[in-house]
């Protein structure tokens, strides 16, 4: 190869690694929250607000793991359990509550911290076994940065009857 041949084969190299390097990878933004020893996480685009200050107001005849509702500047926002609805036993005090907005209508979930806000590729998110009875989680994928598992919270199930 002559000396110019070299010349255009190395700016053809270095012109596609920053073709490459300028493509946005396919990601999306979540809140990545504990609960119950759990890493989950939720769609950042469906977080509204994250509260830990909030009067729960019980209101009797509903499911088991609604908490009840809470006055956020004048929208009565109801209140869900995630320990409850993942069927392990409640935290009474030291927790947050997380707004989530689904198609429009509000609704909380306690949580016992919030840990960070990450980038996840979708292609590393891995949809669960077969044989897992999570019908709340859609996915899960590893944190290789932070150790560990999340598993991707499927917000559209949180109103679904038990």
């Known amino acids: 190869m002559n000396e ?4 255009f ?21 979540y809140l990545i929250f504990l609960t119950d020893g759990l890493k989950m996480g939720v769609d950042a685009e469906q977080v509204v607000e994250i509260n830990n200050d909030a009067v729960i107001t019980y209101l009797p005849m509903l499911p088991h793991y609604i908490k009840g509702i809470v006055n956020l500047r004048g929208a009565m926002v ?10 392990k036993p409640s935290q009474e005090d030291d927790f ?39 019908q709340l989680v859609s996915g899960m994928c590893s944190m290789p940065e932070t150790g560990g598992t999340v598993l991707i919270l499927d917000c559209a199930q949180l109103l679904a009857h038990e």
């Open 4 to 7: 110019e041949n070299l010349m």
């Open 9 to 29: 084969a190395t700016e053809d190299i270095l012109t596609a690694s920053a073709e490459q390097a300028e493509e946005p990878l396919d990601v999306k933004k």
């Open 78 to 87: 109801p209140i869900l359990d995630i320990r409850l609805r993942l069927g």
């Open 96 to 134: 947050l509550i997380i707004v989530l907005n689904l198609d429009g209508t509000q609704i909380g979930i306690l949580v016992d911290s919030v840990d960070q806000m990450v980038d996840i590729p979708r292609n590393s998110i891995l949809p669960m076994p077969a044989h897992a009875n999570q």
